[in-house]
Every structure is written in structure tokens, then in C-alpha cells.
């Protein structure tokens, strides 16, 4: 079935640092690719978000390009804050489209001053 | 977008008891969906939380572990029942509004332990 892999944590960076969090994906079809963010405390938010191959989300300084021949989704910034500091999340959702999301394990960030 | 109130927020529960989570949105929204975390794992798709009828499970998931009930279209409740360490957990809302997978929102989430 489909499933989504990501790099294990905690990150720990200076800030400034430049981020990358890996993602890989196995899926059948052509799934909708995202990143999800939860800050201490609060929950779940869509970061950024890419629909096809080639296709690329950003959002807040954060990219991730949808490569369909590695089937990778990684996350980047070039300078991170102290404000980034949160779990993120990878996911897909299949080609069905029902809004079911399949997550990988979540990354925990932690950047210091 | 979607607000989505998730009580309570943490709770600590004995072995064979049950515990209801509830959850309200602040619009009407098309589909609810129950996930939970466990300790050091990714978020799984518990079921699907449908208006008017019963939910729809994802494999390992029954109704008789995970009642849920979704009267209207604002709110929803998870029941985690005969609960043990196992159920330990985070158990999150979503809600999904308009025709696409990006439009899902999330709630803060229920920390639940049980001794």
C-alpha cells in the first residue's frame, strides 16, 4: 500500500542553517504531495502542498519540489529561525482524492539562537 | 479556512474504562476524520466520520473499539473503549471543507494515557 518515509529526527540547527528534511513516498497512481507543521501546542497546518510532477510548493521560506523519478518530496530553507522550531510531517493522498491523508513519522525541528 | 475545537485536551484514564473525544468545527464542513499518533509513530486514519450514518474503519480499526458518532455537520465524537496502555496515544480530528485534500484542517489533538 502507499506509504511515506521520512528522515529521522530530532534536526537540531543554529540558526541561519540551511534545512532539509527528506521524504520519500511509495504510491500507486499519482498522489497529492504535502507538509504539515504542528507548533508546540497547537495542531496540524498545511505548510505547503504540490498536486503533480515537477510541481513546486512553498510557503514561509519553505520549498519542496515533487520529483516523481525519486519519488522524493524533500522539505528545504535556506535560513531557518528560532520560530520554525515544530514537527513536520510529510504526506500523500491518493489519486481518489477523498481527503484521506497517509503521513509519515514526523520530523522534529529544533533550532537554536 | 476551518477552526476545530478538540476536548479534552489531555486526559489520564484507567485500564477497562472508556474515554469520549469531542470535536466541533466552527463552519460546515463536508467529511471528519479521527487519526491517532502513537509515541514515536506517524499519524494513522482511524475512520472516516460520516453525517448521518455509521463511519467508515480503516483496516484494524473496529466499531466496537472506536465508536463514533457524527450527528450534524459541525461535530463529531471518538469513543476509545475498554481502554488499555496500548490505546495510549494522540487522537486527532480533521475536517475537510471544499473539493480538495488540501483544504483539511486539524485539531490540537487529545493526549490520552492510560495506566
Known amino acids: 500500500g502507499d506509504s511515506v518515509t521520512q528522515m529521522e529526527g530530532p534536526v537540531t540547527l543554529s540558526e541561519e542553517a540551511f534545512l532539509t528534511i527528506n521524504c520519500t513516498y511509495t504510491?500507486?497512481?499519482?498522489?497529492?504531495l504535502f507538509w504539515y507543521v504542528q507548533y508546540p501546542g497547537e495542531g496540524l497546518q498545511l505548510l505547503l502542498k504540490?498536486?503533480?510532477?515537477?510541481d513546486k510548493g512553498s510557503n514561509k521560506g519553505f520549498e519542496a519540489t515533487y520529483r516523481k523519478e525519486t519519488t522524493s518530496f524533500h522539505l528545504e530553507k535556506g535560513s531557518v529561525q528560532v520560530s520554525d522550531s515544530a514537527v513536520y510531517f510529510c504526506a500523500l493522498s491518493g489519486s481518489s482524492n477523498t481527503g484521506k491523508l497517509i503521513f509519515g513519522q514526523g520530523t522534529t525541528l529544533q533550532v537554536k539562537p | 479556512s476551518a477552526v476545530i475545537s478538540q476536548k479534552p485536551s489531555r486526559d489520564i484514564c484507567q485500564r477497562g474504562t472508556s474515554l469520549t473525544i469531542q470535536c466541533q468545527v466552527d463552519?460546515?464542513?463536508?467529511?471528519m476524520f479521527w487519526y491517532r499518533q502513537q509515541p514515536g509513530q506517524s499519524l494513522t486514519l482511524i475512520a472516516t466520520a460520516n453525517q448521518g450514518s455509521e463511519a467508515t474503519y480503516e483496516s484494524g480499526f473496529v466499531i466496537d473499539k472506536f465508536p463514533i458518532s457524527r450527528p450534524n455537520l459541525t461535530f463529531s465524537t471518538l469513543t476509545v473503549s475498554n481502554m488499555s496502555p496500548e490505546d495510549s496515544s494522540i487522537y486527532l480530528c480533521s475536517a475537510r471543507t471544499g473539493g480538495s485534500a488540501e483544504k483539511l484542517f486539524f485539531g490540537s489533538g487529545t493526549q490520552l494515557s492510560v495506566l
Open positions: 504510491a500507486t497512481g499519482y498522489p497529492s
Open positions: 504540490a498536486t503533480k510532477a515537477d
Open positions: 463552519s460546515q464542513v463536508t467529511m
